[in-house]
T-cell receptor, first 113, second 112 residues
Framework: DAGVIQSPRHEVTEMGQEVTLRCKPISGHDYLFWYRQTMMRGLELLIY????????DSGMPEDRFSAKMPNASFSTLKIQPSEPRDSAVYFC???????????FGNGTRLTVT | DQQVKQNSPSLSVQEGRISILNCDYT??????FLWYKKYPAEGPTFLISISSIKDKNEDGRFTVFLNKSAKHLSLHIVPSQPGDSAVYFCAAGSGGYQKVTFGIGTKLQVIP
């Protein structure tokens, strides 16, 4: 099993540009999560999907953030326009039904200058 | 408002000694707790969990203790090894618990 795959690993962009982060969950997992990690706030849940349907997006900081899951094997997190305060590490995670632990990808380090 | 608190940002322990990482929570609805370990440039990986119906769960060198009345849990690592040096995240959930709340992490350094 390849695990959760995220791309790109690093993204450097200028303020105002659109940024798209990508995630491929573990095959067979029903849940997909997007987290953001910062020094001050740790790991924050942004949004999660169940069977490709967004269930809770209350953690999405602003309308500049959007996430989609067009099928069971792919999800995107988009920031448009990006701002310097969006600089963080963004993690995607997936899990199966029930109280199963999250499996995280290796993250995308986003730097907005 | 942080519902899961890890008040020690860092901890240093000698190899072979016990490492104790602490976590406090405020939400009484939490009934399932987990610890994750994170190495630099990698995602967190699941380490151990405990349900609120238990007060202890053990897995090899790792033991998690839960004190529900104090809303406190701790992770014990015995004996500590240099490979245990990582950031440890405490996490909590409730009900179907798919929505898990994380603490900000504690960086453990095990000195050879």
């Amino acid at each position: 099993d390849a695990g959760v795959i995220q791309s790109p690993r690093h993204e450097v962009t200028e303020m105002g540009q659109e940024v798209t982060l990508r995630c491929k969950p573990i095959s067979g997992h029903d849940y997909l999560f997007w987290y953001r990690q910062t020094m001050m706030r740790g790991l924050e849940l942004l949004i999660y999907f169940n069977n490709n349907v967004p269930i809770d997006d209350s953690g999405m900081p602003e309308d500049r953030f959007s996430a989609k899951m067009p099928n069971a094997s792919f999800s995107t997190l988009k920031i448009q326009p990006s701002e310097p305060r969006d600089s963080a590490v963004y993690f995607c995670a997936s899990s199966s039904q029930g109280r199963s632990p999250l499996h995280f990808g290796n993250g995308t380090r986003l730097t907005v200058t | 408002d942080q519902q899961v608190k890890q008040n020690s940002p860092s901890l240093s322990v000698q190899e072979g000694r016990i490492s104790i990482l602490n976590c406090d929570y405020t939400n009484s609805m939490f009934d399932y707790f987990l610890w994750y370990k994170k190495y630099p440039a990698e995602g967190p990986t699941f380490l151990i969990s405990i349900s609120s119906i238990k007060d202890k769960n053990e897995d090899g060198r790792f033991t998690v203790f839960l004190n529900k009345s104090a809303k406190h849990l701790s992770l014990h690592i015995v004996p500590s090894q240099p490979g245990d040096s990582a950031v440890y995240f405490c996490a909590a959930g409730s009900g179907g618990y798919q929505k898990v709340t994380f603490g900000i992490g504690t960086k453990l350094q095990v000195i050879p």
